[in-house]
């Protein structure tokens, strides 16, 4: 049986926390020593992303932190989606034929049905599918998409039947452009996560962004962690180039820009592949020093994304994720974004012991 199959809707009911996460809700803000299991998307291998399902089997499977990306609708309302373009997840495009449009975020142009052209009303009409061509599609068409407040509501629910404190780590999606179409995410985030107890140590939040400019004003006026993700080296971040600015991901991660970046967040979240580079037999490389950097700067580094299926397995690892992710525990990374929760979880258990 293969592994992306094995796990029915209940496979494992409330697993205890990793080490790492009773560490770190005991402690909060601190993080321990241990690092923890981030579910990307929900338990994105295994159910669509982003849907209640996808987070529910996460939650099951032992994940320390659940990430819900947040895009906003037409009128205000946040919902759970990673890209603008809806077409990508639903059926948005059998449903609304006639809604398609092109935009510009950035430099890049985009033709597609974006989520702020639409009502609340419009996306509860639609259907969830796998993005995916080389996962399983059995769920397609069977969920909703989830605003960010029944997210939230799973969240408390199930943090009452598992009896452990679940994390959670939104990310606020295309923040200019949001902005700049008159709903703008970060003031709507907050005051729903204030009214919700946020944060405290019963409830762990970190909130994230590839952008700049919003995880500074957040530092300025709240408590909460703030994790700044990071692009691939060569890139801008989208804020900084419609402000005019050249600094590039790359340049944020040296020494000199890493130090600028605690001076507004907890830690930093770097694709894995500009760590650890593969040459073209898909062999891996000598890793950098951005995990040693970005640690002497008093930043936590949680990299992405760690995929179960063997195509994205370096030739080292013969096929076996568990083995991948137990590589990067042992580099001394806080955390990582897993697709598949469970095999996160056992590397970060194995390395808590």
Known sequence: MSFLSRWPAAALVCLATTGAAQELFAESPALSSAPLAVAHRGASAYRPEHTLAAYELAIDQGADFIEPDLVS?????????????????????????????????????YSGWFAFDFTLAEIKTLRAREPNEFRAHAYDGQYEV???????????????????????????????????????????????LTDRGYPNDAKPCIIQSFEVANLKLLAGKTKFQ?????????????????????????????????????????????PKEAILPRDKQNRLQPANKWITDAHAAGLKVIPF?????????????????????????????????????????????KAAK
């Open 73 to 109: 609708t037409k009128d205000g309302v946040l919902i759970c989606r990673h890209d603008l373009d809806l077409a990508t997840t639903t059926d948005v495009a059998k449903k609304f034929p006639d809604r398609r449009r092109e935009i510009t975020v950035g430099e890049k142009k």
């Open 146 to 192: 989830p605003t960010f407040d029944e997210y939230l509501d799973l969240i408390e629910r199930k943090t009452k039947d598992c009896g452990r404190p679940i994390g959670i780590i939104p990310e606020i999606k295309s923040s200019t452009y949001h902005a700049a179409q008159g709903v703008p995410i970060e003031d709507r985030l907050l005051k729903t």
């Open 226 to 270: 703030l994790l700044q993700l990071i692009g691939a080296p060569k890139d801008i971040p989208v804020d900084v180039a419609a402000q005019g600015g050249t600094r590039t991901y790359g340049e944020m991660m040296t020494p000199p820009g890493l130090a600028e970046i605690a001076k507004y967040a907890w830690g930093v979240g770097p």
């Open 305 to 349: 994304t760690f995929k179960p299926e063997p195509q994205f397995l370096a030739e080292d690892y013969h096929d076996n994720p568990a083995a991948e992710l137990t590589r990067w525990v042992e580099m001394g990374v806080d955390g990582v974004f897993v697709d598949a929760p469970d095999f996160g979880v056992r590397a970060v258990r």
